[in-house]
């Protein structure tokens, strides 16, 4: 099956600092979300993006589906950031990474 | 407007017990699916039914069946419950699950189910 990694797997940053999280993904994929989830336990869509880039707000995503990766971007974090990000992609169904635990100190 | 809302939030229950978690979409979508994330934060799928027809079925114990009485509605009954089945349940859903018509999926809040 597919296989999806994550990195880093853990970041602290200082608030108002920028930051990129990596996936890499093993095979062809016919999508690929970004989602956050929060210190509560809720899974919040980022992005849907199998392929280019898009923005809203302070993230970005960038996905090159030819080299099989897919970078999110958050520029001037807030605390509010933290939480765990995964990325997921989907063959014949959605295989999530392990996540990148950001932790945004004021 | 919750959009993929799920109860219970939370359910403490003994070992042997048999509980269910009901899911339901108002999106007007016609796929369904359940996702266990455990202590380690990873997330896996469980099933997925589209049009109240099973289309996943992972390596799940067969104590574990999900129900889908409409294309809205995706339950999921335990029987028997262990130790191990302590996780967060999340339901999801999507328009479509053939590659042509794929759309992204959308997360239900989460049960976080204990077993004691």
């Known amino acids: 099956g597919i296989q999806v990694e994550q990195s880093p797997p853990d970041l602290i940053l200082q608030e108002g600092a920028n930051s990129t999280l990596r996936c890499n993904f093993s095979d062809s994929v016919n999508n690929l979300q970004w989602f956050h989830q929060n210190p509560w336990g809720q899974l919040i869509n980022l992005f849907y993006?199998?392929?280019g880039t898009k923005q809203n707000g302070r993230l970005s995503a960038t996905t090159v589906a030819t080299e099989r990766y897919s970078l999110l971007y958050i520029s001037s974090s807030q605390t509010t950031d933290s939480g765990v990000y995964f990325c997921a992609v989907r063959g014949n169904k959605l295989v999530f990474g392990a996540g990148t635990i950001l932790r945004v100190k004021s | 407007d919750t959009a993929v809302s799920q109860t219970p939030k939370y359910l403490v229950t003994q070992m042997g017990n048999d509980k269910s978690i009901k899911c339901e979409q108002n999106l007007g979508h016609d796929t369904m699916y359940w996702y266990k994330q455990d202590s380690k934060k990873f997330l896996k799928i469980m099933f997925s039914y589209n049009n109240k027809e099973l289309i996943i079925n992972e390596t799940v114990p067969n104590r574990f069946s999900p129900k889908s009485p409409d294309k809205a509605h995706l339950n999921l009954h335990i029987n028997s419950l262990e130790l191990g089945d302590s996780a967060v349940y999340f339901c999801?859903?999507?328009?479509?699950?053939?590659?042509?018509?794929?759309?992204?999926?959308?997360f239900g809040p989460g049960t976080r189910l204990t077993v004691l």
């Open positions: 999801a859903s999507s328009q479509g699950i053939r590659t042509a018509n794929y759309n992204e999926q959308f």
């Open positions: 993006i199998p392929s």
